[in-house]
């Protein structure tokens, strides 16, 4: 991992950061600590306007998200995917001429079709950070989140020079960008992000009717049970959007589970030994 990036120039004059809980503080903390842009904030709870502005993140914090947006040339939306969509026709008739709109949903074919219907696709840049915290709100951002993080871009061609402008903004927060099909990083995200999400969900409850509390974890137990306190209200919204493509995850976890139940159940331990070789060796190829 590098240090905090210094202060360069920008192609970004002002930076409006829609939403400043984890994923939009850090963008906001990271902009200002990287780049000459003057960056403003929004978030619909005034005590995270005002830790944003004490915490120097933002130069300003206004009430309203127009006023954050009037004059941005760059406005990243950090909210949920519900609301993102929903804000995407909202801001066509308020953004500046050339302004490029940008998000970090988890998702991006929803995204990509609502810019679409706002007539924003040109203009548009889908980002997705592959970094994140079990923690939400202001208080779990960090100017150094995406360092070292993988960001999937996703954009219409007609968008390449606003997707090439966005690639060297992450890039100068240490960032490694890496264009992607929306809907292909979509199928991805269900088994890569969704997929352990419930997995933890699953476990902890697992253990919790089992009478077993989180002090009685060790190590390896805690890891596997630390995404099992991430917001349900982030969720949501992206588990619904998955259906397909989650449910054939979930139901091949369901299946090796069963299939290690039933040897164990058996006293066949060498399948069981076959399935963990299995598993180390995918691991160690990773």
């Known amino acids: 991992m590098s240090s905090t990036p210094k202060r360069t120039e920008s192609s970004f004059r002002r930076i409006a950061v829609i939403g400043l809980g984890a994923m939009g503080g850090s963008f906001a903390r990271a902009a200002t600590a990287a780049t000459s842009a003057e960056v403003v904030g929004w978030s619909p ?19 309203r998200w127009s006023e954050a947006v009037a004059g941005a040339d760059l406005v990243m939306l950090a909210i949920p995917l519900g ?23 988890s998702l991006k074919g929803p995204v990509a079709e609502a810019a679409a219907e706002a007539g924003l696709t040109r203009r548009w840049v889908g980002c997705h950070p592959m ?18 993080a ?52 699953a476990l902890a409850t697992t253990l919790a009717e089992a009478g077993i509390g989180p002090e009685q974890l060790g190590s ?32 091949l976890l369901g299946k090796t589970v069963n299939d290690l139940a039933r040897a164990v159940e058996g006293g066949d331990m060498q399948e069981v030994r076959e399935a963990m070789v299995r598993s180390a060796t995918w691991k160690a190829g990773s």
């Not at 995200?189 to 969704?194: C, G, K, L, N």
């Open 45 to 63: 709870d005034p005590d995270e306007r005002l830790s944003a502005v004490e915490a120097e993140a933002v130069a300003a914090a206004p009430e």
């Open 83 to 105: 609301p993102t969509c929903k804000m995407m026709a909202e801001l066509a008739s308020t953004l500046e001429p050339a302004a490029v709109v940008a998000d970090v949903a």
């Open 131 to 148: 970094a994140g915290v079990a923690e939400s709100g202001f208080a779990a951002s960090s100017p150094t989140l995406y360092d070292g």
């Open 150 to 201: 993988t960001v999937w871009i996703t954009n219409d061609p007609e968008a390449e020079d606003a997707a090439d402008r966005m690639r060297t903004l992450w890039t100068r927060f240490g960032a490694t960008p890496q264009q992607a099909d929306p809907h292909e990083h979509d199928r991805m995200i269900a088994f890569v992000s969704a997929l352990p999400q419930l997995t933890a969900n």
């Open 220 to 251: 390896g137990g805690s890891d596997m049970t630390r995404l099992a306190t991430s917001s349900p209200d982030i969720w949501i919204d992206i588990l619904s959007a998955l259906p397909e493509d989650l449910v054939v995850g979930l139901r």
